[in-house]
């Protein structure tokens, strides 16, 4: 992934922390993956509809 390690992503996930703090964090990881999902279901149906008319 990236070529990130383990160590970088701990060190990455600690000033995350103590930038947003505890209680914004699991905010910021629910939108992200909302955002993800929404994203993924978004690609799906435009390769769906991409079949469906050839």
């Keep these: ?7 970088e992503l701990l060190i990455i996930m ?6 947003f703090g505890g209680k914004k964090l699991p905010e910021i990881g629910s939108g992200l993956g909302k955002g993800i999902s929404s994203f993924k279901k978004g690609l799906t149906a435009v ?8």
């Design 1 to 7: 992934m990236f070529g990130l390690g383990t160590p």
């Design 14 to 19: 600690a000033i995350a922390f103590l930038i």
């Design 47 to 54: 390769d769906e509809k991409s079949k469906t008319e050839e």
